[in-house]
């Protein structure tokens, strides 16, 4: 789970054009069950959110946010 959650985190803030310590993004990570991952799931889901839990509207691609 570590590398999806660098992964994901390095790649949502470049594609912010601003770096972590200056963003207001945080991120939260579903991963695969135990049971789930006996079925084969491998997928994780990396979901990018307010500080402030503002709603996002939009594209947060090069938002600098």
């Not at 959650?5 to 949502?12: F, I, T, W």
């Not at 990570?29 to 979901?47: F, K, L, Q």
């Not at 839990?53 to 947060?60: A, D, H």
Request: proline share 5%; charged share 20%; net charge negative.
């Amino acid at each position: 789970y570590t590398n999806a959650e660098s992964s994901a985190a390095s790649d949502v803030y470049k594609r912010q054009g601003v770096p972590y310590e200056n963003s207001a993004l945080y991120m939260f990570y579903y991963y695969p069950t135990s049971e789930s991952w006996n079925a084969g799931d491998r997928r994780a889901v990396c979901v990018a959110y307010d500080g402030d839990l503002e709603p996002i509207t939009g594209s947060v691609y090069m938002s600098g946010i």
